[in-house]
Every structure is written in C-alpha cells, then in structure tokens.
C-alpha cells in the first residue's frame, strides 16, 4: 500500500496532459465502448474553455477516480459519470447536456450520485450522532436504498478514494471528518460489494488519518523485516510449487500482501503484538478448478503441519458477499507461520474486483446470467449483520415488506427508518408519541406539505406542532392515507382509548341496544354480558363498542348464537330431548303437545319464547317480550310453560319487518332485490308515504329461517341508499 501511494504521487497531473490520460484510460476498454468515454473527455475539456471552469484539485480527484475505477474495471458508463461529476453538481453542465452528447444512462448516474450528497451534508449537521454506530448503520442501508443503479454506489466510492489521497492538503479536523465518514461508511459498502482493492485502499489512507503514530509504525515494521520476508515467501512459494509439479497440478502460486489497515485490526481485536501476526507471511494459489483447490490443500497439508484453529472453508459456506476461498495457515519452515489462501480463477476475480468481475458482460449482447444474479444480489444489501456493528435488521411491520423502507432525516440530522408510503405522521409518531398527538402540520426542504404526502428517500422532515391537542379520528380511516405505519395507527387508537370515556360509554351503549332492539332483542343482562366477553363491568364494554374495538352487530349476532340464559334471558338454542327431535318447539314438562305461533309477536327461532297453553288449541308461542303474553302471565301465571326450539330444520316463520327510508326513485325495487338476493319469501307488503316530509314506511311480512338470517338481512337492507332504519316490527 505505501509503494502503492509512493508511484501515484509521483505520476504527472492528468490535467497537463488530457489527450495523453483519455488514451490510457481508453485503453482498458473495448474497442466498441471507447467512443463514450471519449465523448465523456471532450465534454469535460469543453468546460473548460467554454466556462472557464477551475482545473484545480477538483479536476485531480476527477482523474483520480476515473482511473480507479478503470483500474477496477467498470463500464464506460460509470467512468464517465465519475469524471464528470463534479461539473454536474456544481450546474458547470446540465442533465440535458448529458443526455444529449452523452447518453440517459450517465445522466440517471450523476442524478443518482446527487441524491447521496445528502449524506455529506448530515455529517456536518449530525455533531454527536456521528459517533453513533446505530446512526452508520442506518446510513449503509439508506445508501442502497437510495441507489436504484448499484453503480450509483461505485462512483461515490471512487471519489471517496480520491478525497481520501487529497486530505493531506486540508485542515486537521477536514482530514479526520473525511476519514471517519470513509472508514464506518464506505469501507463496508465496499466490503459488501466485494470490491476489495477499493475497500483495503479506503482502509488504510482512513487509518494514516485517524491512527498516523500507529500506521506509521506498523509500515515501519513491515519495511524494516521486508526483505527477510520477501526472501522466506519466495523459498517458501519454490517448495509449493515443486510439490504441486509433483501431484500434477498447474497452479499459480503468488504473494500476498497485507494491509496496513488489517494488521492493526487484528491487533485491537485479539490484542497482539505486531510479531503475533500469523498471517503477514501469506501466498495465494490460484487453480483452474474447484476440484483442483481441494487437491491443492490436501498437498500443503500433507507437506507442512497446519494450525487447526486458522482453517477457514469459504467454498463450502460463502461469505455473505459471496466471497469464496479456502483458508489455512500451517508452520513452514524455521517453525514460522505461513498463511495460504486457495481459490480458482473465478473465485480471485470476483475476491478482487466484486460486482466489477462481471459488470463488462453488461456492455456486451448478450445476457449474462452470472451478472443477472449479482445484481439480484445487489438489491438484498439490506442485511449488515457481519459489518462494523452488530445492529438489528428493520423490524418487519404489516404494512411493508422490510426490504421497502425509507430513510428519511430529522432537522438535527438523526435518520428515522420507516415503511415505504410513509407519511409526516408517521414520522412524527415515529419521534415521540406525544410529537404525533400535536402534530398539525410538516416541512420538506422549508416548504409545507400536506400531513397524508408520502415521504422520500433523503427527505429532513420538520414537524409543525401545537401546545395541546390530539389526533383526529380521521387518521385512523385507512382511505385518507394519513398513517403508514401499524404502530403510529397503535399510538392514535391509544389515545382515543384514554380519552372522553364517559362519551364513548354513552354512545356505545345507544348503539348496542339499538343493535339489540333492531333485532328483536331485548332483556338483556348486560353485566353478565360483559363478564362473558371479559370486559368486567358493562361500561368498560359499552366503552368498547363506542370507540369501535368491538361491533355492536357482532356482539348481537354473538348472543344469537349463544345458549347460556344467565348471560341473555332468550334461549335461543336448547338441546331437545331424542324422543322430540323432529319438534320445532319443545314444551318443559308437558310433551309434545301441539303447538302454533302468535300472530301478535310472530316469533322465529333464535328468540327468547315462552309457551302459553290455551283451551282446546295446543300451546301458543310467544316472544318472551311480547305484551300479550306479559298479560297472560299476570292473568293466568299457571298456564305459562317454559318452551325451547328443538333442533335445525327448514321450517320457515313470519317475521314482521318495518322500514324507514327518504322516499326515491328505485326504492323499492333495491329493497326487494335484496330480498330475492336472499331468497326470501314476501308473503305481505304494506307501504306509505309522508310527502311532506319525502319519507317512506314500509312494512315487509317474510319468511325467515332464524334470527342469524333475519339479522343479516336488516344490515344488508340498512346499508342501502337513503334507508334510515330497518328492524324488526
């Protein structure tokens, strides 16, 4: 690395010589795809004279992050959009410029790499936040987010390397700023893309920044013993090769250097000394097959004894990068501990250069479906598990998949990670629950939007609140897409819980017994009711059904189906004895007598009965709340008999069915054609209609089965137009 910087400092400035660089960068590219970067080169030179832009350190890091990643091996494409990026951001040249004498795709690039600038400008708001490691994290993933091209991605890291080389010229504080931002952002997002030659590089200029006295001494440490090592590396690379000669395999055998960077990681890691370091002795072999990297270790392990504890298959289980390679490191000779890396060339190529090892395959005809699955690949970045920290992946809402998240900022520049759609509200409740009750209002880039706008990737969102207040019930009405997120809908029906009880305790229960009433149900014990659903006192349910956790129709349709008369006074299902199974009614205590329905309350099963048992003429059924039979049983409380329905059959009953509604066109017809719908039989009709006040009453006589289907019909028939109410007669 040191021999590395020592030849770039000494190579000429690009800028004397444009015409002689452009060729040498061009002469890494295929013939066919060097008109575009030549177009590229003569745009910039144009700036130049035309504008009379600077050819100052600017242009140097241009050059300089041209070349790498040239040297890398990406597309003219993104060499392009790295040389004239600079220009682009300071408006020295437009997006239509580039379009027109370039092409859409370096113009989409640059944009792309603009959008990210956001993050150069958090790192001066941040202050304290830079030194969280969660607040880094959260930066790789808005990184990937934000970049639809993973190439997007690839040039911000060029010219990280670039700012890098150049941060000798600047302040302290600028130098240290500029590394820390390197080495906790970009290093792992170059480690993720597997770029190697770039991560290792960003590496160790962050760490001659950060560390000068201990990077100094580590370079001194590896200069001082350098020639002793490079002798005992190449004694140690003829043994190897002649016992790969001798078992038949050609096979490249190479040095490898160390990083700077990775030494001094070891180091703080394992707490070592600099002579503890295995692996600062190291060669690479590199075969032709997979195959041929097993033969290779069985050869190195039957010359040499290895340290069990520093053997590593990355064949078997890739790492996440999909880096692949075997590991081991044995004792050659004098006893001293040698580190032997084996891959294919396949495998080299990609450790060295990454995503770049395919991308030229992109530039050609056809598809290449190696690069097809990089790039699938590429877009499941989100997981940092094995980077810098160790920090959790988004949790997974209902309302997004984890993999659809934005990254949105606060004005202090804390990033806030939240589902894609996301609104101002969600990211206010997001903050604080309390921030989100008094939220009225927010602010994009100073100017206000509406509070159901969805946010964007790299938005810094203020929120506008008032002293005291709460949320709208509006916000939880899932149609006017004020809230994203199922925790910040949470933090509003919460609050709606705590307040106003005794409003909602009323308006629950004037629904539920309207519920009740409009089914034909009455006499209800309604402490039982809400013991039964473990609400405790009725109050605490009546509560619930008025802020609508619970339904007042789901509770009467609950009770229908019931069979407890402590809970409800109707039975509405009660077991017939075997001998009576085919009896609609069965009659405590008195047999199967013959029995028929009052006319007067026309009871249908699943309501509360009671038989009263006439002269001559069986036993006749009534509702429980029937006033008739109220005066049967202050008159003749002996001829009153407890009568339960017997099992299911197909018998239908009269049910009487008043309905109100604003008199329309068509009113009749909806209703009836929801009772055809139904396939219920009308076996009367009676209708009138108050002018004056444009309203109809209507009564229906119909045939129903039970309550279940006469319930369901009285919602299906309320919901139409213009209908006021529809319930039992």
């Known amino acids: 690395m040191v021999a590395h910087k020592d030849k770039l400092a000494s190579a000429p400035a690009p800028q004397n010589d444009l015409a002689g660089w452009a060729r040498s960068l061009m002469a890494r590219l295929d013939a066919q795809h060097r008109p575009l970067l030549e177009a590229a080169v003569a745009l910039f030179a144009q700036l130049r004279v035309d504008l009379n832009v600077s050819s100052g350190e600017d242009d140097a890091d241009a050059f300089v992050a041209a070349e790498l990643l040239a040297d890398v091996g990406f597309d003219s494409e993104t060499l392009a959009a790295a040389l004239l990026l600079h220009d682009f951001e300071n408006a020295a040249v437009t997006v239509e410029q580039i379009r027109t004498q370039l092409n859409p795709s370096v113009a989409e690039l640059l944009e792309g790499v603009q959008r990210m600038r956001v993050i150069h400008d958090l790192r001066q708001r941040q202050g304290d936040l830079v030194a969280d490691q969660n607040q880094w994290e959260a930066l790789r993933r808005m990184v990937f987010a934000m970049a639809s091209d993973v190439r997007v991605v690839i040039v911000t890291l060029g010219w990280c390397v670039a700012h890098l080389r150049a941060a000798k010229t600047k302040s302290v504080p600028e130098q240290q700023a500029v590394a820390r931002e390197a080495l906790d952002l970009y290093a792992p997002l170059a480690n993720r893309l597997g770029i190697w030659q ?329 402490e039982r009711l809400a013991q039964r659903f473990d609400y405790g006192k009725p109050d605490k349910l009546f509560a619930a059904v008025g802020r609508g956790e619970v339904k007042a129709s789901q509770l009467a349709h609950a009770l229908q189906q019931s069979t407890p008369a402590a809970e409800v006074t109707p039975r509405i299902v009660a077991p017939p004895r075997s001998d009576k199974a085919r009896s609609d009614i069965y009659i405590e205590g008195e047999g199967n007598l013959l029995t028929h329905f009052a006319k007067c309350c026309k009871p249908v099963p699943g309501d509360d009965v009671m038989g009263y048992i006439t002269r001559g003429r069986g036993v006749t059924v009534h509702r429980r709340d029937c006033a008739e039979l109220a005066h049967y049983r202050v008159d003749a409380p002996e001829r009153v008999a407890d009568v339960t329905w017997g099992r299911a059959s197909e018998t239908t009953y009269p049910v009487d069915v008043s309905i109100v509604a604003s008199d329309r066109q068509g009113l009749l017809r909806d209703i009836t054609s929801t009772l055809a719908n139904e396939r219920i039989n009308v076996t009367g009709t009676h209708s009138i209609s108050d002018t004056q006040a444009n309203t109809a009453y209507i009564t229906f006589t119909l045939q129903m089965k039970d309550t279940t289907q006469l319930s369901r019909l009285l919602s299906q028939i309320g919901q139409l137009p213009s209908v006021i109410s529809a319930k039992r007669a």
């Open 198 to 526: 770039i991560k290792w590089e960003i590496e160790d200029l962050a760490l001659r920044t950060l560390e000068p006295e201990r990077y100094k001494e580590i370079a001194r440490l590896l200069e001082e013993r350098r020639v002793d090592r490079e002798r005992y590396i190449a004694s140690f690379i003829a043994t190897l090769q002649g016992a790969l000669r001798d078992a038949g395999i050609d096979a490249e055998v190479k040095g490898r250097p160390k990083h700077i960077y990775s030494i001094w990681k070891k180091m703080q890691r394992k707490n070592l000394g600099f002579e503890e370091i295995f692996d600062i002795r190291a060669v690479r072999v590199i075969t032709k097959t997979v195959a041929e990297c097993y033969a290779v270790l069985s050869v190195v392990h039957s010359r040499w004894n290895y340290v069990r504890s520093e053997f590593d298959d990355y064949i078997a289980a890739p790492k996440e990068n999909a880096y692949q390679s075997l590991h081991t490191a044995v004792l050659g000779p004098e006893e001293r501990v040698v580190e032997v890396q084996i891959r294919s060339s396949d495998m080299d190529q990609h450790a060295e250069l990454g995503v770049a090892a395919h991308w030229r395959y992109k530039e050609g005809a056809g598809v290449d479906l190696t690069l097809e699955r990089k790039l699938t690949w590429l877009r499941q970045l989100l997981d940092w598990r094995d980077t810098v920290v160790s920090s959790p992946a988004p949790q997974t809402e209902s309302d997004g998949d984890a993999a659809e998240r934005i990254y949105v900022f606060t004005p202090k520049g804390k990033i806030i990670d939240l589902p894609a759609g996301a609104t101002p509200l969600d990211f206010a409740y997001h903050i604080h629950s309390d921030v989100g009750h008094r939220c009225r209002g927010a602010k994009v880039a100073d100017k206000i939007i509406p509070l159901t706008a969805a946010l964007h990737n790299g938005d810094v969102v203020e929120i506008l609140t008032i002293k005291q207040g709460g949320p709208s019930r509006d916000w939880l009405n899932p149609n006017l897409g004020y809230l994203k997120s199922a925790k910040a809908r949470d933090k509003v029906a919460q609050w709606f819980k705590q307040q106003n009880y005794d409003e909602d305790v009323a308006h629950g229960r004037t629904q539920l017994e309207k519920e009740l009433h409009r089914v034909g149900m009455t006499e209800v014990n309604f």
